[in-house]
């Protein structure tokens, strides 16, 4: 079983940043993506930042430029850098890990950290 802890989130002005961490623990395949996705009240979750075991990265549109996805592979933790930060910014910031072994696929969540920005 794989479990995902996130932390770093909290209260921040509009234009300050954030460094959110999750650390995965268990038995995790060694290629894997790590990545981040948020949801804010009234809307579903959507996607945020992903990261390969080889360090490839992809944004989301609304995000790049703000955030930078980075990973220490030695500690199975995955960081996401919050820079700027919005009022829009605000949602519960959820790490996700995903890996396919053979055909069978595992997706994994974390509970979740609350980031709120205010104007």
């Known amino acids: 079983q794989v479990q995902l802890v996130e932390s770093g989130g909290g209260l921040v002005q509009a234009g300050g940043s954030l460094r959110l961490s999750c650390a995965a623990s268990?038995?995790?395949?060694?290629?894997?993506?790590m990545g981040w996705a948020r949801q804010a009240p009234g809307k579903q979750r959507e996607f945020v930042a992903r990261?390969?075991?080889?360090?490839?990265?992809n944004y989301a549109d609304a995000v790049k430029g703000r955030f930078t996805i980075s990973r220490d592979n030695a500690k199975d933790t995955v960081y996401l850098q919050i820079d700027s930060l919005k009022p829009e910014d605000t949602a519960v910031y959820y790490c996700?890990?995903?890996?396919?072994?053979?055909?069978?696929?595992?997706?994994?969540w974390g509970q979740g950290t609350q980031v709120t920005v205010s104007s």
């Open positions: 996700n890990l995903y890996y396919r072994k053979y055909t069978v696929e595992y997706n994994y």
């Open positions: 268990g038995s995790i395949f060694s290629i894997n993506n």
């Open positions: 990261i390969t075991n080889s360090g490839s990265t």
